[in-house]
């Protein structure tokens, strides 16, 4: 009796699959292919990649069934750190369903973030990568804020320069019906970053407005009220940094010189790099602000970077960067053969002193180039508000008779060097085997610990404080 039941069991679970597989072949997977492949959009079929099996189930209609199966398979490599071996499963997942928005969300933090070498700095050769799949995403599912939000995420904090890409992202999302009201505050910021002042007060005032509806409607909901409490917030302290930062005066053609960001401060920059050993560069330098918080741009990279875009070898460079969003397809092998380091350089007392080493990850940094870039860069939109508070948000309070650079970001001023070190120096070969490489900008002068207390210090105002 069981063996007939087991027999019927069977063959009505094959005729299910076999009616399911027609179905699918002859109704569901040309509408399917044509608004939610990625071969609509010229990226492969979805095919591609999976094994003899996979197939087979992919085309008897268990895609979906088949791309949980696989992230929760990832979930077990996470747990044991073998990110490699994750990067094949979110591209598989994404392909088989590509309405699996949070593997599209972990995927893009995955490979933004995930990736770094033994000092924790991150592999940023994923990152256009991190962001096509976020493009990607945010194709595939346009009814939703989560991916627009995600990729404007990735431009505000991890690449932190290019603040007009998560302005426009952020947009994007807060068209959005199903946004958390929480969420929306990010793009007040991401104006100021971006030099908008006017266009984030603008914002704050717009979410208060609906925020107080909300509250309004139901105010025993304890997160109502804190949304409410949080915006208000952030309109009063934004209102004194634009007074105490002279914007209201710049903007009424008023002169600067009673406000905190007059006279511009000299920060008196230098650096000098050391190749103390193959693969590990020790900076020195000076800074002159006093107050903890300055963080100091430092990136290394081949001088001719270049990446595959439609064939053929295109430079992608920027000051101190990459064009990172260069390219519209998921690549989940960056350029072995480049190298892009990005540090940060603490000053502690108007001093900076850190070593990178980069010995221990040689395919992070393979140096298969002849000639590298440093390049230090301090853009005041990404400091801390306390040091913005001197500095403004364009730079206004903020000079360098060396280095002060007002062309590389527009209506910018910015503090930007560059230093050239050889292969060999890096590697230590030839001539340099017992010679120590040394490139230093022309003011840089040993530090003299004696005198350095003479040296002329940026007053940084409090807020409401007067100036003092």
Do not use: C
Request: neutral net charge.
């Amino acid at each position: 009796m069981k063996s007939r039941i087991s027999t019927l069991s069977v063959g009505v679970l094959a005729g299910v699959m076999v009616l399911q597989g027609l179905l699918q072949r002859t109704a569901i997977y040309d509408t399917w292919s044509k608004n939610y492949s990625p071969a609509a959009t010229g990226k492969g079929v979805v095919t591609k990649g999976l094994d003899p099996l996979q197939m087979i189930f992919a085309l008897a209609g268990f895609r979906e069934m088949i791309a949980g199966i696989l992230w929760v398979r990832a979930d077990s490599f996470f747990d044991s750190g073998n990110y490699d071996a994750i990067l094949p499963i979110i591209r598989l997942v994404t392909l088989l369903d590509p309405h699996e928005i949070d593997v599209y969300a972990t995927g893009m933090w995955h490979i933004g973030y995930n990736f770094t070498d033994e000092e924790q700095r991150s592999d940023r050769r994923y990152i256009p990568s991190a962001l096509a799949l976020g493009k990607e995403g945010a194709r595939n599912n346009p009814d939703t804020y989560e991916l627009y939000f995600e990729t404007g995420w990735l431009w505000y904090h991890k690449i932190d320069d290019d603040y007009q890409n998560a302005v426009d992202w952020f947009l994007k999302a807060q068209e959005k019906p199903d946004m958390i009201p929480a969420r929306k505050n990010l793009l007040g910021m991401a104006y100021q970053r971006n030099g908008e002042i006017e266009k984030g007060l603008d914002t704050y005032m717009r979410l208060y407005k609906e925020a107080d509806a909300v509250y309004q409607k139901n105010n025993k909901e304890f997160q109502n009220h804190q949304n409410v409490a949080v915006i208000e917030q952030n309109i009063d302290t934004m209102l004194v940094r634009m007074v105490q930062r002279g914007w209201v005066a710049e903007q009424q053609g008023r002169p600067l010189t009673p406000y905190d960001v007059y006279p511009p401060f000299d920060v008196g920059f230098s650096v000098k790099a050391t190749v103390v050993e193959p693969r590990v560069i020790k900076f020195e330098g000076t800074w002159n602000v006093l107050p903890v918080g300055t963080r100091i741009r430092v990136t290394l990279r081949d001088e001719n970077y270049t990446a595959d875009i439609d064939g053929s070898a295109k430079d992608v460079t920027e000051p101190a960067g990459l064009k990172w969003d260069y390219s519209d397809n998921v690549n989940l092998d960056p350029p072995r053969d480049r190298t892009f380091m990005q540090d940060q350089l603490f000053v502690r007392n108007r001093r900076f002193n850190r070593k990178v080493d980069m010995s221990k990850d040689p395919t992070m940094y393979p140096f298969t180039s002849e000639k590298y870039l440093l390049e230090f860069y301090y853009n005041p939109r990404s400091a801390p508000p306390h040091i913005q508070d001197k500095f403004s948000w364009n730079g206004e309070g903020m000079t360098d008779k060396n280095f002060l650079n007002t062309d590389i970001k527009p209506k910018q001023r910015v503090v930007y060097a560059r230093l050239y070190l050889t292969r060999d120096q890096i590697l230590r070969h030839g001539d340099w085997l017992d010679n120590t490489p040394v490139v230093k900008t022309p003011n840089y002068k040993e530090i003299d610990r004696a005198s350095s207390s003479d040296d002329v210090i940026v007053d940084i105002p409090s807020l409401r404080s007067g100036g003092k």
